[in-house]
């Protein structure tokens, strides 16, 4: 069946360094591809998405490209900041199951 | 434009007990969906309502049913609780429920004891 492999966390980080969160996934067909945020004690917020091949989803300096050739979609941002910390999960979902699929997410914490 | 709101943000019941949780979604929004997102499951789908209508629905017992009203709000039910039942339970509505851009509320938070 579908599903999503994010990397382990937590990811703990210096203000101004590099973020990268891997994500690969298994889906039959070709699948919409999404990175959702879940601050502290709110529910899910889309950051970006993609919907074929090659597209890339950006928002608020996080950026990430469909890779159907190695069946990734890996988060990415250049200088992260305190405000970042948050759990980052990677979905997808497939054309006629009017679902997401999700990742087990992975926390991120920003240190200033 | 008001989001998804959730209705009660915390619960807690006694095993055995049944319990009603509400989802308003943004308005012309016609797609409700349901997670139940838990520490050691992660966010997992329980089902999808669009038009009144259930068109999919996830791996969980049958004590989990839930409904949408013709203004598109919508309710889930779960019977008989149990202690795993505690998570937190997070309604998201989108125009369409195809691969667009789901919003989430904020979740109601269930506690079993």
């Known amino acids: 069946g579908n599903s999503v492999t994010q990397m382990e966390g937590p990811v703990t980080l210096s203000e101004e360094a590099f973020l990268t969160i891997n994500c690969t996934y298994t889906?039959?067909?070709?699948?919409?591809l999404f990175w959702y945020v879940q601050y502290p004690g709110e529910g899910l917020q889309l950051l970006l998405k993609a919907t074929k091949a090659d597209d890339k989803g950006s928002n608020k300096g996080f950026e990430a490209t469909y890779r159907k050739e190695t069946t990734s979609f890996h988060l990415e941002k250049g200088s992260v900041q305190v405000s970042d910390s948050a759990v980052y999960f990677c979905a997808l979902s497939t054309s006629g199951t009017y679902k997401y699929i999700f990742g087990t997410g992975t926390r991120l914490k920003v240190l200033a | 434009k008001a989001g998804v709101t959730q209705t009660p943000r915390y619960l807690i019941k006694t095993r055995g007990q049944q319990v009603t949780l509400s989802c308003s979604p943004i308005?012309?929004?016609?797609?409700v969906s349901w997670y139940q997102q838990t520490p050691g499951q992660g966010l997992q789908f329980l089902f999808e309502?669009?038009?009144?209508?259930?068109?999919n629905k996830g791996n969980f017992p049958g004590r989990f049913s839930g409904r949408q009203f013709s203004n598109s709000r919508s309710e889930m039910n779960v019977s008989t609780l149990e202690l795993g039942d505690s998570a937190l339970y997070l309604c998201?509505?989108?125009?369409?429920?195809?691969?667009?851009?789901?919003?989430f509320g904020q979740g109601t938070r269930l506690t079993v004891v």
């Open positions: 309502y669009f038009s009144e209508t259930q068109r």
């Open positions: 889906a039959t067909g070709y699948p919409s």
């Open positions: 308005s012309g929004h016609r797609s």
């Open positions: 998201a509505s989108s125009l369409e429920g195809e691969i667009t851009e789901a919003f």
